[in-house]
C-alpha cells in the first residue's frame, strides 16, 4: 500500500493540473478516475491518451454514488472543496495536484510564491536570473507548468520554482516550501472561498509546514494580516527595492523586485549579480504589456488585472493622464474604494461586462464613465477622446469568464483591436 492508503483515486477538474494529476496516479498504479463536469472540454486525442492510460473518464455533473468506492480525492485548481464535500464521504481525504505530486519528489529545494498580485513576475524574475546565471532549475505551478508534469519526466532538478494560488495552497497537508514567499493580499477569490478569513487562512498555508532550516519571505505591510500566525522558520521582511529594472514600470514592481531579490540572495546570489542578471528582464505578455502608440497616445494590455488591487497598481504605474477599459466578473473588493484611489490619474473610463453596471454606479461621480458593449466600442471611444500624451490602459480588474475562455483571449482580443486601429490610422 502507498502513502495515501489508497487504491482508488478520483481526479477532480479536467484542466491541464488536473490532466497532470491524473497520468501521474495512473503511472504510480493507482486506479484512477478523471471527472469533468463539462461535457466537450476533453478532445478525441486527450480521450484515447486517457484510455490508453487506463484513466476512466466521467463527464457530467458530480454524483454521490460516483465515489462510493473512491479511496483519495485530487483536486484540481479552481475546483471549490465546498463543493466536492457536498457529494463526498465525510472520511474521503481530500488533498491539491500540488501535495500529490510533492509526495513523489526527491531532495529538490523548493521556492513557493504566493499573493493576490505579482505572483507570476515576481517568479518570472527569479527565473531570469536563474537562467542568466545557469542555475538549473523547474519552474511551473500556478505560472504554466504543474508539478505532476515535472515528476512524469523524470526530471531532476536542484530548484523547483513554484507559483502558487489559493486554490492549491488549500487541500495540502505535508507540501513544504524551503523558501516561501507572501507579496500582498487584498480581496479576492470571493466567488470562490466563502470569505476573506478563508482566503487568508489558504494564503498562510505556504508556511504551515517549515522548519527552522527554512525562510519565509513577507511583504512587511503584511504584518497586520499575521497576528496569530505562528512561523517555525526564519522570518524575512520585505519593502521596496531600492533599484528598478529599465522594463518593468510600476512602484509595485520595486514590491516583486525586492522580494524576487530576497529570494535569490537566499541562494548566495550577490545583489550585483541579481541586477545584472535581471537588467533586461521583460514583462510577461498581458501584464502591463505594451501594444503600441498612435500621434502619442500609448495603449497598454494588463488582461492579467483580475482584481481591484491590480487595477489600482495598473493605473498608479503611469504618471501621465490615464483612459482605463475595465470590467468583467468582479471577484470581490470596493469598486468605490478603487475609484477614491485612481480619481486624480483617470481622465476617462470605460467599463463593460457583468461588473459594467456596477463601475458605472460607483464611479461616475470621480470621472467621467462610459458603459459600453465590448472592448472595441471602449478602445473607439477612449481614442476618439484622448489626446498626445495619454495612456489607453486595458486593466480589467476582474475575471474574463463572462465573455472569454480567459484572461489571454481576452488579452489578444484588445491587442488585435489596437493593432487594427493602428493600421487604420497609419494607412488614411
Excluded at 43 to 66: A, F, M, T, V
Excluded at 357 to 370: A, Q, S, T
Amino acid at each position: 500500500m502507498n502513502k495515501f492508503n489508497a487504491k482508488r483515486v478520483a481526479v477532480i477538474g479536467g484542466g491541464t493540473s488536473g490532466i497532470a494529476a491524473a497520468k501521474l496516479a495512473s503511472k504510480k498504479g493507482f486506479e484512477t478516475f478523471l471527472f469533468e463536469q463539462k461535457k466537450g472540454v476533453i478532445d478525441s486525442y486527450l480521450r484515447e491518451e486517457l484510455y490508453n492510460r487506463g484513466i476512466k473518464l466521467i463527464e457530467g455533473e458530480h454524483k454521490k454514488g460516483d465515489f462510493s468506492k473512491i479511496d483519495l480525492v485530487i483536486l484540481s485548481p479552481g475546483v471549490p472543496v465546498h463543493k466536492i464535500k457536498k457529494v463526498l464521504d465525510p472520511h474521503i481525504p481530500i488533498i491539491s495536484e500540488i501535495e500529490f505530486a510533492y509526495t513523489y519528489l526527491k531532495k529538490e529545494k523548493i521556492i513557493g510564491v504566493t499573493g493576490t498580485n505579482g505572483k507570476t513576475t515576481t517568479v518570472g524574475i527569479i527565473s531570469w536570473v536563474l537562467n542568466k546565471l545557469e542555475i538549473d532549475h523547474f519552474v511551473g505551478g500556478n505560472y504554466g507548468i504543474p508539478l505532476s508534469d515535472y515528476v512524469l519526466d523524470g526530471s531532476k532538478k536542484k530548484i523547483i520554482l513554484l507559483e502558487l494560488s489559493s486554490f492549491q495552497l488549500q487541500n495540502i497537508k505535508d507540501f513544504r516550501c524551503n523558501i516561501a514567499v507572501f507579496l500582498n493580499f487584498s480581496e479576492n477569490h470571493l466567488d470562490f472561498h466563502k470569505d476573506m478569513d478563508e482566503y487568508l487562512t489558504c494564503k498562510l498555508h505556504i508556511f504551515k509546514n517549515q522548519t527552522s532550516d527554512d525562510v519565509a519571505i513577507i511583504n512587511i505591510n503584511l504584518k497586520p494580516f499575521l497576528n496569530g500566525t505562528i512561523f517555525n522558520s526564519q522570518v524575512k521582511y520585505f519593502s521596496k527595492a531600492d533599484f528598478r529594472l529599465k522594463n518593468l514600470i510600476g512602484k509595485h514592481n520595486l514590491e516583486n523586485i525586492a522580494a524576487a531579490y530576497l529570494v535569490c540572495k537566499e541562494l548566495g546570489i550577490s545583489k550585483n549579480q541579481f541586477i545584472e542578471a535581471a537588467s533586461d528582464f521583460r514583462p510577461f505578455e498581458h501584464r502591463l504589456e505594451y501594444v503600441g502608440e498612435i500621434n502619442g497616445v500609448k495603449f497598454y494590455n494588463d488582461s492579467k488585472s483580475t482584481t481591484l488591487k491590480s487595477i489600482e497598481a495598473a493605473v498608479n504605474s503611469f504618471e501621465d493622464p490615464v483612459l482605463l477599459i475595465a470590467g468583467g466578473i468582479l471577484k470581490g473588493g470596493d469598486p468605490k474604494k478603487t475609484g477614491m484611489c485612481i480619481k486624480d490619474k483617470i481622465s476617462y473610463a470605460c467599463v463593460f461586462g457583468q461588473s459594467g453596471d456596477i463601475f458605472y454606479e460607483k464611479w461616475n461621480k470621480y470621472f467621467p464613465v462610459e458603459k459600453v458593449k465590448d472592448i472595441n466600442q471602449a478602445v473607439s471611444l477612449l481614442f476618439a477622446n484622448s489626446k498626445k500624451g495619454d495612456i489607453i490602459l486595458f486593466s480589467p480588474g476582474c475575471s474574463s469568464f463572462d465573455m472569454f475562455e480567459n484572461y489571454k483571449e481576452r488579452g489578444n482580443c484588445f491587442k488585435n483591436i489596437v493593432k487594427s486601429l493602428i493600421k487604420s490610422v497609419k494607412y488614411n
